[in-house]
Each structure stands twice: as C-alpha cells, then as structure tokens.
C-alpha cells in the first residue's frame, strides 16, 4: 500500500473514531424511565391546572394585580405545555429512540426542565404574592366588619336605652293619668256632695220661710181677730 493510501486509510479510521466518540455522547439508554416521564406529565399537568385556575380567578375579578399575575404566567404555561408534548411523544416512540436516542433527549429534557423550574419559581413567588393580597384584604375585611359589627351593637344599645326612656315615660304618663283621673274622680264627689248640701241648705231656708210667712200670717190673723174684739166693746 503506497504512503498516500496509507494516510487516506489512516484518517478515515481517526474520522470514524471522532464520530463514534461524538456519537457516544448522544447516545445510549435514557435515564428516565416511563414512570418518571408519567410523574414529570402529572407535575405539568397541576401546574397548567393551576394557572387555568387562576385564569378563571382573574376573568371574575377584575383586579390589576391579577391580571399582571397571568400575563406573567403566559409564557411558562406555553412552555409547560412544549414539555408536556415532548413527553407525550417520547412515551409514544418506538425502543430505538427511547432507549438508543435516549442520552440526547435526556439533555433537551433536562434544559427544559432547568428552564420550567425557574419559571415555575416565579409562578409560586407571584401565587404567594397573590395569596400575601387576598389574606390582607381579608383581614382589611374582617376588620372593618367587627368594626361595622361594634358600632351596630352600639347603635343597638342606644336603641334599647331610648325604647327604655320610652317605656319609662310612657309608665309616668299612665300614673299621671291615673292621678289626674283620681283627682277628677274626688273633685266630682265632692262637687256632688256640695252640691247635695247646697239643695238641703236651699229647702232648710225654704222651710224656714215657708214657716216665717205661716207665723206671720197667723200673728197678722190674731191682731185682726183682737181689733175686731176691741171694735166690738
């Protein structure tokens, strides 16, 4: 074999070793099994449920805060959803690629993962963010209501206070009544008692005139009587 072949041969054989070490390091078995690809599938797939949920959230309440928190979380979701899909389609694949092909997609996994992982970071900051706002505004809620609740039962007292004056004067006018209905009742009995006395004082003199004119008469009748006798001697 001439030296020029010999070189060919021995580049050829130098290429084909480079190729096959290159070749080494994108092949071979997968580290992940197809229970580990269902559970990476179950962990997106809460994770998509949760945004979904807090899109439905956000659609009912109309605050700013909530829709930044799901424009923030747009583009995670979007890329949750490109895992799912390549997981979904390595499940599907034949032997050859899962497990021959298996090394390479194992790194194009792991960089989406790496990638998921630091957004869903930021999804679980924003959700506690979100969370932080609701319990403040409930406990801003809570207590404006015990608030509300101290000045009803305030206002209620005030209330039952005044119905109680009502009630006490209500009572002072009903015994004022009664004083006034009793004194009526006592000045009308004595009225009538006066009254009574003034008709047997009235008769008293009536017969006391009546027998003044009776005696008077009888006296003028006993003068008569004695003038005639005198005329008559």
């Not at 992940?32 to 690809?37: A, F, G, P, Q, W």
């Amino acid at each position: 074999m001439d030296p020029v072949s010999v070189l060919g041969l021995t580049a050829s054989i130098i290429a084909c070793v480079q190729l096959a070490q290159a070749l080494s390091k994108k092949v071979g078995p997968s580290e992940h099994n197809r229970t580990d690809l269902e559970r990476m599938l179950k962990t997106l797939r809460r994770f998509l449920a949760s945004y979904q949920g807090l899109k439905n959230i956000a659609a009912i309440d109309e605050s700013e805060g909530r829709f930044c928190l799901v424009e923030q979380a747009e583009q995670p979701w979007k890329e949750c959803q490109e895992i799912i899909n390549e997981v979904q389609q390595r499940l599907e694949e034949n032997l050859f690629h899962r497990w021959v092909r298996g090394s390479s997609w194992d790194r194009k996994i792991k960089k989406c993962l790496s990638t998921f992982d630091d957004v869903r970071e930021q999804f679980d900051i924003a959700i506690q963010s979100d969370q932080l706002q609701i319990i403040a505004a409930v406990k801003k809620y809570v207590q404006q209501a015990l608030c509300d609740t101290r000045d009803i039962k305030k206002n209620a007292q005030r209330i039952q206070d005044h119905i109680q004056d009502l009630k006490d004067d209500a009572r002072d006018v009903r015994h004022d009544i009664s004083f006034y209905n009793q004194s009526i009742d006592t000045n009308h009995t004595n009225i009538v008692q006066h009254t009574r006395e003034v008709k047997d004082s009235m008769q008293d003199i009536k017969c006391t005139i009546t027998q003044q004119s009776l005696d008077f008469e009888s006296k003028e009748k006993i003068k008569a009587l004695e003038s005639k006798k005198k005329e008559v001697l």
